[in-house]
């Protein structure tokens, strides 16, 4: 399915958005009923688990869900949305289309039901979301090793970094300091998969950060 936008303009807010995502999720044919179970929205992209039961006394089969014990099984979706001149988009995938967006908090992936095969798309999609939820937020003053070797815009590279922070106004903003060169770098969260913990340290200021800024005079 590709996008469907909204020309109205109704959908504006994260509530509009929310309420939206809700609608979709809840439906009845002649024998089941779907209905949203837990939604949950990272960056631009709502994750949904839906619920679907049988009205019509008709055990439910599916050649994708094992059925849970009440009789009913739960699904995954990712909506994909974005506004265009104003106005808002969605894309949905179900899970075993093999969705690229991978970020499902953990909390709603433990509502749907298990997989009948673990070579599906869906067991991948599952199994992705979990592999970035288990990427480490790190705290002021730990030392971390990557994975591998990560190379900056400027061409060089660095594997030890420790964690730390500047301020923009009132915002603390994450950043990292170089081992090798005292230099402070941004890191996404997808250059920390596969890093491990060399040191920790808990400190309530930023002691990296004061001297970064000490010995560049600033």
């Not at 807010?13 to 179970?37: N, P, S, W």
């Not at 592999?131 to 030890?160: H, M, N, R």
């Not at 890191?187 to 998969?193: Q, R």
């Amino acid at each position: 399915m590709g996008w469907l936008f909204y020309t109205d303009r109704r959908i504006q807010t994260y509530a509009d958005e929310k309420a939206e995502i809700t609608r979709l999720c809840t439906f009845e044919t002649d024998t089941r009923r779907t209905t949203l179970v837990k939604v949950s929205k990272v960056g631009l992209t709502w994750y949904a688990a839906a619920k679907v039961e049988s009205i019509d006394q008709v055990p439910l089969e599916d050649r994708t869900y094992v059925i849970d014990k009440d009789g009913s099984f739960t699904f995954g979706a990712v909506f994909l949305t974005r506004y265009d001149d104003g106005c808002w988009g969605y894309k949905d995938m179900e899970e075993s289309a093999g969705p690229g967006e991978s970020r499902a908090p953990l909390s709603l992936l433990n509502l749907l039901s298990e997989l009948k095969d673990p070579g599906s798309y869906a067991h991948a999609w599952r199994q992705r979301c979990r592999d970035w939820a288990a990427i480490p937020d790190y705290a002021e003053g730990d030392k971390v090793k990557l994975a591998s070797p990560l190379t900056l815009s400027d061409g060089s590279t660095c594997q030890i970094v420790t964690a730390t922070h500047y301020r923009r106004g009132r915002q603390k903003r994450r950043c990292y300091r170089i081992e090798e060169t005292g230099s402070l770098v941004r890191l996404s969260k997808a250059s920390l998969a596969g890093s491990e913990l060399i040191s920790r340290e808990i400190a309530e200021g930023s002691a990296v950060l004061a001297e970064f800024f000490a010995s560049h005079n600033v």
